[in-house]
């Protein structure tokens, strides 16, 4: 079992910044790909960035490319979203998610553990 607990949403102005951390429970977390995905009101949820087990391995939506960055630390147990030049599509929540596997995919249902989500919200 993996649990994974969300912080840093909140309320920023447009180009701003905000950092998302992810903190995971278990001692297998750096054998998981994390990502994170987001969901808009109304919308189906989507991939925004993931990370393979090594860290070295990242893929990132075309809607975030150069403005986000996905980052773990397996010390940590936590996988970070740094979130630069903000727009106000980005409003969303948040979701990390856990994959029992070495690499990350794009496709929600690939992932086995889901985190309870963070508001983002951007004001324009």
């Known amino acids: 079992q993996v649990q994974l607990v969300e912080s840093g949403g909140g309320l920023v102005q447009a180009g701003g910044s905000l950092r998302l951390s992810c903190a995971a429970s278990g001692r297998t977390f750096s054998s998981y790909a994390m990502a994170w995905f987001r969901q808009a009101p109304g919308k189906e949820r989507e991939f925004v960035a993931g990370i393979a087990w090594s860290g070295i391995i990242t893929v990132h939506a075309d809607s975030v490319k150069g403005r986000f960055t996905i980052s773990r630390d397996n010390a940590k147990n936590t996988v970070y979203l740094q979130m630069n030049g903000l727009k106000p599509e980005d409003t969303a929540v948040y979701y990390c998610?856990?994959?029992?596997?070495?690499?990350?995919?794009?496709?929600?249902?690939?992932?086995?553990?889901w985190g309870q989500g963070t508001q983002v919200t951007v004001s324009s």
């Open positions: 998610a856990a994959r029992g596997s070495s690499w990350p995919t794009k496709t929600r249902y690939d992932y086995d553990y």
